[in-house]
């Protein structure tokens, strides 16, 4: 797994990504604001799916994030994202490392549906114990602050740090594929009896992915809290998982940046379907998944890739790309 060489080309995306706030309207910053969160619980997902797996039940870390900032502001009044950052990690961790002990057995559709079972079952804790979660009513996130400062969802300083921490996100997990586990991570897809010669343990390169996915989606999940202002049940319901797997493989799951496309491509196809087709949206969302299974399984980031090596082979290409 190697980041992309395309100096010039990533030159523009960072600017581009650096600059929007000053280059594009509130809607549009709060949009790629959700992008990144987005990308950072989709990593999570595309772990799983790097080696053989499927998961629809990742909502369960998601929501565990979620409602760690929930608890924080309805019992301390506490909204300081330098400790709740790492606190919806930890708590992501800790919800993963409890569950990952019975997932790390598991393959295939068993993985996929016990990972829906064990998110179902925190959906309806989360409705039942109304008197702590709020229920259907949920819970205010309020206005998150940095070291004192008030960083509202929308604005650019919240949006700086969550790129800032998408940023030290992709960079950690380029990290992690780029080691040994990582490795073994992505060959559990091919060959599970040769990574056990090797003198590695299935279940323990399952079980450090799952409890990553889980610190994963607890920050996302943090950062969800404050750029929505509402916590809820439906963090941990099915369809929020299903989100998850969608831009997955709308983005494609083989680059850590394909995700971001597919967060960044979700998001502005479900606003403007909502708006255009607000009765027919979801078939929308639905005809675009079925056109790149059919025609470009590898999702935007296989576009990307053929259009880059196209560019390549001409004569100018080589100038832009290099």
Request: aromatic share 18%; glycine share 14%.
């Amino acid at each position: 797994m190697n980041f992309p060489r395309v100096p010039i080309v990533g030159q523009i995306f960072v600017v581009l990504f650096l600059a929007a706030p000053a280059l594009f309207p509130s809607w549009i910053l709060f949009l790629l604001t959700k992008s990144l969160f987005m990308f950072i619980a989709v990593q999570g997902v595309a772990l799983f799916l790097r080696s053989g797996n499927i998961t629809f039940g990742h909502a369960l870390f998601y929501a565990t994030g979620a409602y760690t900032v929930g608890f924080g502001t309805k019992w301390f009044g506490f909204r300081e994202l330098a400790v709740l950052v790492p606190l919806g990690a930890l708590a992501g961790l800790i919800m993963a490392a409890l569950v990952g002990l019975i997932m790390a057995r598991y393959r295939g559709v068993f993985f996929a549906m016990l990972n829906l079972a064990f998110s179902m079952i925190m959906y309806a804790a989360l409705l039942k114990f109304y008197w702590v979660t709020g229920g259907t009513d949920g819970l205010p996130a309020g206005v998150a602050t940095l070291f004192g400062f008030q960083l509202r969802g929308s604005s650019f300083g919240f949006y700086y740090f969550s790129l800032g921490i998408a940023g030290l996100v992709a960079y950690g997990l380029y990290r992690f594929l780029a080691s040994p586990l990582g490795y073994f991570l992505k060959a559990l897809g091919d060959n599970e009896i040769r990574i056990e010669y090797s003198g590695e343990s299935v279940r323990h390169v399952i079980y450090v992915a799952y409890v990553i996915a889980g610190g994963l989606g607890g920050i996302s999940g943090v950062l969800a809290a404050f750029t929505i202002g509402h916590i809820v049940p439906e963090d941990a319901f099915w369809i929020q998982s299903g989100e998850f797997v969608f831009i997955a493989l709308l983005g494609g799951f083989e680059s850590i940046f394909g995700p971001l496309m597919g967060a960044i491509a979700f998001e502005f196809i479900q606003t403007y379907a909502s708006k255009y087709f607000p009765l027919a949206w979801q078939m929308t969302l639905g005809g675009i998944m079925l056109l790149i299974i059919i025609f470009k399984p590898g999702g935007l980031w296989e576009i990307y890739e053929g259009l880059t090596s196209r560019l390549k082979n001409s004569r100018w290409g080589r100038y832009i790309l290099e």
